[in-house]
C-alpha cells in the first residue's frame, strides 16, 4: 500500500491557504483520489520517466483531471497546478508501486 494519496495532492492543489468552501475542499479532494487512482492503476508504467510519450500521457491525464477542480481554480492557477502536480509525481513515482515515499518508510 502507497502512501502517497490525496493528502500530498491535496497540499499542492490547495497551498499557499485558499479561500475554498468545504464542498470545494471536497471536491479537491475527490479530484485527487480520482487522479491517484488513474495514475497508479493506469498510466506509471515502468521507466513511464524516460518515455516522453509516457510522460505527456501523464501530464495530459493530470490536466484532464484537474479540469474537474471548483471554479475557484482561475486558468492561470490551474496551469500552475498542473505543473507543480505533474513535477511531484515525476519527482516522486518511479512506476505505480514506487515512490519516494514508500522506500523512506
Same mark, same amino acid.
Request: proline share 5%.
Given at each position: ?23 470545494e ?13 488513474? +495514475?497508479?492503476?493506469? !498510466?506509471?508504467? *515502468? ?8 510522460? =505527456? $500521457?501523464? #501530464? ?16 492561470d +492557477?490551474?496551469?500552475? !497546478?498542473?505543473? *507543480? ?8 513515482? =518511479? $512506476?505505480? #508501486? ?8
Amino acid at each position: 500500500f502507497l502512501t502517497w494519496g490525496p493528502p500530498q495532492l491535496f497540499g499542492i492543489l490547495t497551498k499557499p491557504e485558499m479561500d475554498l468552501s468545504e464542498k470545494e475542499k471536497a471536491e479537491v479532494k475527490m479530484v485527487a483520489r480520482e487522479l491517484l487512482q488513474k +495514475l497508479k492503476h493506469e !498510466k506509471l508504467a *515502468l521507466d513511464w520517466r524516460k518515455k516522453q510519450q509516457m510522460r =505527456a $500521457d501523464v #501530464r495530459l491525464t493530470i490536466e484532464t483531471m484537474l479540469d474537474k477542480l471548483p471554479r475557484t481554480f482561475t486558468p492561470d +492557477l490551474w496551469q500552475t !497546478k498542473c505543473n *507543480l502536480v505533474f513535477q511531484h509525481v515525476f519527482d516522486h513515482y =518511479a $512506476d505505480a #508501486r514506487h515512490s519516494t515515499y514508500a522506500m523512506a518508510g
